[in-house]
C-alpha cells in the first residue's frame, strides 16, 4: 500500500470517527442518544480510535525515523501535535468524563495528518540528525501538543460559558444544561483540568527554550539566535508565565483565564507552525 493510501485512510478513519462521536455525543436525539451522553467511551469506540492512531504512529515514524533524510515543516508540526493531542485525550478519557471532546479533536487529526502528503517540508540540515536535536524536537511537540489541547478546553469553556450565561442551554424541562453540553464536565472541572495542562505545558516549554539555547551555543556559538521562532517563544512563554502567576497568585479564572491562554497558544503557533506556513506555502520557500 502506497503511503498517500495510507495517509488518505488514516484520515478518512478519524473523519469517520469524528462524525460518529459529532452525531452520538453532539447532534443525536432520541434514546439511542441519550444512552450515549450518559456513558463514557464505549469498548468499541476506545478500540475504534487505536486504529487510525496506529496508521498515524506508523506514517510518523516512518517519515521522521526511518529515513535518512529528515524532512521537517509546518505540516510534520502539526501532524505530529495532533497525533499526540489523539493519544492525550485516549489515555485521559479513562481517567476523566471528555468524551465529548473527541468530536473536535478527531475530525482536526483528520486534517493534520493528511497535511504530510501534499507538504513534505523542507529538507533539514545535517545537525538534525543528531540526538540533541531529536530530544529537542521531541520536548517542543509535546509541549506543542499540550497546549493545543489547552486551546481546545479554552475554546470548548468559552462557547459553554457564553451559551451557560445566554440560557441556550436549557432543557424542555428547564434543567440548566440539555444535550450534549449536559454530558460535559462542570466548568470547575474543566479549568481545573486546563491549568494542569497549562502548567505541564509550561515545564515542557521551558524545557524546550532551555534546550534551545543549549544547542544554538554548542552549534553557533551563540545563545540564542534573534528569529522570529525565538522571539515568538519568548513572548508566548512570557505570556503563559504571567496567566500561571495571575492563576496562583491572584485567582485568574473564567474569561481572563481563557483569553490570555488562547493569545498564549496564538504565539506559539506563530513562534514555529504558522512561520513555516508562510515560507513554505505563501512564499514557496522549501
Sequence with gaps: MSDILLYAVTSLLYAALGWHFWRARWTGGGEAAREAESAGLLSWERVAVLAPFMLHSYLLYASLFATTELRF?????????????????????????????????????????????????????????????????????????LFTIAALHATLMTLLERRLHGGKLAGPSGESLAGPWASLPPLMTLETLLFRIL???????????????????????????????????????????????????????????????????AALLLAYVGSMFVLEVILGRV
Excluded at 486534517?111 to 529537542?136: D, K, M, N, S
Design 73 to 145: 515543516g509546518f505540516s510534520q508540526a502539526l501532524s505530529v501535535t495532533l497525533w499526540l493531542t489523539v493519544l492525550i485525550y485516549w489515555v485521559e478519557s479513562m481517567i476523566y468524563d471528555v468524551k465529548g471532546m473527541q468530536a473536535l479533536v478527531l475530525p482536526l487529526a483528520a486534517a493534520c495528518a493528511l497535511l504530510p502528503a501534499f507538504f513534505p517540508g523542507p529538507e533539514t540540515p545535517a545537525y538534525a540528525q543528531t540526538f540533541v536535536f531529536r530530544i529537542h524536537l521531541l520536548v517542543a511537540m509535546l509541549a506543542y501538543s
Design 199 to 265: 502548567t505541564l505545558g509550561f515545564v515542557l516549554l521551558s524545557l524546550t527554550l532551555v534546550s534551545g539555547f543549549v544547542f544554538s551555543e554548542e552549534l553557533f556559538g551563540q545563545a540564542a539566535r534573534f528569529n522570529h521562532k525565538t522571539v515568538f517563544g519568548i513572548i508566548s512563554w512570557i505570556i503563559f508565565a504571567a496567566l500561571l502567576v495571575g492563576r496562583y497568585a491572584r485567582g485568574w479564572r473564567g474569561r481572563t483565564a481563557l483569553r490570555w491562554t488562547l493569545a498564549g497558544f
